[in-house]
């Protein structure tokens, strides 16, 4: 805005006056951030506070290089700032920039990779991820904050051990793409047998503990319910230490297999009542 403006020009001014007899020495090389190249990364100077405010060129892409001679920097300050003494200029007869960059180290790929592979939006009903990597090495990525694109899921799902590729953002830019040897777990509460469970048991009465346990391998789906509900009842044995599906689970009949009942069927105002056999 204007008044930013009319402070940086101010700023460029007071610095103007403190550098009319004080060299501006090139350097050979200088990193930048995304926002552009700055005429404070570029030199060294006893007084060069006001050099962070002026912007010389946009900065590098990702992973590239600009090469500037002491003339095209000179030429550059000249547009943006002509108030600063140029022909103070020594050092470098050239310049090397590229961006500033960091380590992106195995832990905190993995806590984005976790993020990213995540199933459902509540780890307490879709469990909780945790990966490790068993091969990275450390990458260069931009300083700041760092986003991941999974690009090619696993085909079967999650499993123990997968491989993934994804890709590395920086805002809106492209830091590169990758791939990943992982290990994996999904921890989730599951309701487990204590005892051996027999077919017909009522969920109720049966031994049962709530626990969690790493269900990443299961490709058969665990029962979910929170509630030991009377009205449910195992179709199918359990062994002492096993996980409970949801197949072994099912609400309890109403009405037994050949069990004699009474059946009304109603019309209008008449209704017909006979004994009937269950089949």
Same mark, same amino acid.
């Given at each position: 805005?204007?008044?930013?403006?009319?402070?940086s020009?101010?700023?460029?001014?007071?610095?103007?006056?403190?550098?009319? !007899?004080s060299? #501006?020495?090139?350097?050979p090389? *200088?990193?930048?951030?995304?926002?552009?190249?700055?005429?404070?990364? &570029?030199?060294?100077?006893?007084?060069?506070?006001?050099?962070?405010?002026?912007?010389?060129?946009?900065?590098?892409?990702?992973?590239?290089?600009?090469?500037?001679?002491? *003339?095209?920097?000179?030429?550059?300050?000249?547009?943006?700032?002509?108030?600063?003494? @140029?022909?103070?200029?020594?050092g470098?007869?050239?310049?090397?920039?590229?961006?500033h960059s960091?380590?992106?180290?195995?832990?905190?790929? *993995?806590?984005?990779?976790?993020?990213?592979?995540?199933?459902?939006?509540?780890?307490?009903?879709?469990?909780?991820?945790?990966?490790?990597?068993?091969?990275?090495?450390?990458?260069?990525?931009?300083?700041?904050?760092?986003?991941?694109?999974?690009?090619d899921?696993?085909a @079967?799902? &999650? !499993?123990?051990?997968?491989? %993934?590729?994804?890709?590395?953002?920086?805002?809106?830019e492209?830091?590169?793409?990758y791939?990943?040897?992982?290990? !994996?777990?999904?921890?989730?509460?599951?309701?487990?047998?204590?005892s051996?469970?027999?077919r017909? @048991?009522?969920?109720?009465?049966?031994?049962?503990?709530?626990?969690?346990?790493?269900? #990443?391998n299961?490709?058969?789906p665990?029962?979910?319910e929170?509630?030991?509900?009377?009205?449910?009842?195992?179709?199918?044995?359990?062994?002492?230490?096993?996980v409970?599906?949801?197949?072994?689970?099912?609400?309890?009949?109403? #009405?037994?297999?050949?069990? &004699?009942v009474?059946a009304?069927?109603?019309?209008?105002?008449m209704?017909?009542?006979?004994? %009937?056999?269950a &089949?």
């Amino acid at each position: 805005n204007q008044t930013f403006r009319t402070w940086s020009a101010f700023t460029v001014f007071l610095t103007v006056l403190s550098t009319q !007899a004080s060299p #501006i020495t090139l350097r050979p090389e *200088a990193s930048v951030e995304s926002i552009g190249i700055f005429l404070s990364e &570029l030199v060294s100077s006893v007084d060069d506070q006001g050099f962070s405010n002026i912007h010389l060129a946009p900065a590098p892409r990702w992973g590239q290089t600009v090469k500037l001679s002491r *003339a095209e920097v000179i030429d550059l300050v000249s547009k943006a700032a002509p108030l600063v003494p @140029t022909q103070n200029f020594t050092g470098a007869e050239s310049i090397t920039i590229s961006r500033h960059s960091r380590n992106l180290d195995e832990a905190e790929l *993995a806590e984005l990779l976790t993020a990213a592979l995540q199933p459902g939006s509540d780890p307490e009903r879709d469990g909780r991820l945790s990966v490790r990597l068993t091969r990275w090495s450390p990458v260069q990525v931009p300083v700041g904050k760092v986003q991941l694109v999974i690009l090619d899921k696993p085909a @079967t799902g &999650l !499993a123990a051990r997968f491989s %993934v590729r994804f890709q590395l953002k920086s805002e809106e830019e492209s830091v590169g793409t990758y791939s990943a040897f992982l290990e !994996a777990n999904l921890i989730r509460d599951v309701w487990v047998a204590q005892s051996t469970i027999r077919r017909g @048991t009522p969920v109720d009465e049966a031994d049962l503990v709530r626990e969690p346990r790493d269900i #990443i391998n299961l490709r058969v789906p665990a029962w979910t319910e929170i509630a030991l509900d009377p009205s449910f009842h195992f179709v199918e044995g359990v062994p002492a230490g096993a996980v409970v599906f949801d197949r072994a689970v099912r609400p309890r009949p109403v #009405i037994k297999r050949m069990q &004699l009942v009474r059946a009304v069927v109603h019309s209008g105002a008449m209704s017909i009542s006979a004994r %009937v056999q269950a &089949l």
